[in-house]
T-cell receptor, first 110, second 117 residues
Framework: RKEVEQDPGPFNVPEGATVAFNCTYSNSASQSFFWYRQDCRKEPKLLMSVYSSGNEDGRFTAQLNRASQYISLLIRDSKLSDSATYLCVVTPWSGYALNFGKGTSLLVTP | SQTIHQWPATLVQPVGSPLSLECTVEGTSNPNLYWYRQAAGRGLQLLFYSVGIGQISSEVPQNLSASRPQDRQFILSSKKLLLSDSGFYLC????????????????FGDGTRLSIL
């Protein structure tokens, strides 16, 4: 089983829609969780950390379910500029090798 | 604020030629530094990381090497490039914890797109 698994998509949604991505991880000892956004042919950029109690940043909401070992990202009121690949990132208990998912592709259409 | 610079942005090299990619970080001291590679259509693969000057750990055995001659400088090198070395190379930094714990997000440079001919 891969360390971090994501549905590659693509998710095609109209502007204004709400879309959610899930990501599962295999190591129950994982400590920290992040969502990154990567535009085509660009570097990944940190979107938000994911906290145990869930957290929100504007139109973006992240949730963590340790029992089921998944994290989620909800995007409300999708904008054209939200089109990108969203990477789920999980840290190990120790060491430096962050575990990146391969990403979920989102395309927001007019 | 912290910034990370990586160059060159693109590079085309013949098979068998050497490689040197440089990355520098500003605005922070003793950061953890990382080199990743992202092959076309694939996820990020950690190649090397460093927690201090002269301290390099390799995640994947290959014909690449890394060096950290200064606190905020990280260099990726190869003596002889292979076709399989093509990809998008990304340098990243995170707050240095010094404890072996990596619960900090990593911040990436703009990347170098390397094509081997």
């Amino acid at each position: 089983r891969k360390e971090v698994e994501q549905d590659p998509g693509p998710f095609n949604v109209p502007e204004g829609a709400t879309v959610a991505f899930n990501c599962t991880y295999s190591n129950s000892a994982s400590q920290s969780f992040f969502w990154y956004r990567q535009d085509c042919r660009k570097e990944p950029k940190l979107l938000m950390s994911v906290y145990s109690s869930g957290n929100e940043d504007g139109r973006f909401t992240a949730q963590l379910n340790r029992a089921s070992q998944y994290i989620s990202l909800l995007i409300r009121d999708s904008k054209l500029s939200d089109s990108a690949t969203y990477l789920c990132v999980v840290t190990p208990w120790s060491g430096y090798a962050l575990n990146f998912g391969k990403g979920t592709s989102l395309l927001v259409t007019p | 604020s912290q910034t990370i610079h990586q160059w060159p942005a693109t590079l085309v090299q013949p098979v068998g030629s050497p490689l040197s990619l440089e990355c520098t970080v500003e605005g922070t001291s003793n950061p953890n530094l990382y080199w990743y590679r992202q092959a076309a259509g694939r996820g990020l693969q950690l190649l090397f990381y460093s927690v201090g000057i002269g301290q390099i750990s390799s995640e994947v055995p290959q014909n690449l090497s890394a060096s950290r001659p200064q606190d905020r400088q990280f260099i990726l090198s190869s003596k002889k490039l292979l076709l399989s070395d093509s990809g998008f190379y990304l340098c990243a930094w995170s707050v240095g914890t010094g404890t072996g714990n990596v619960n900090q997000p990593q911040h990436f440079g703009d990347g170098t797109r390397l094509s081997i001919l």
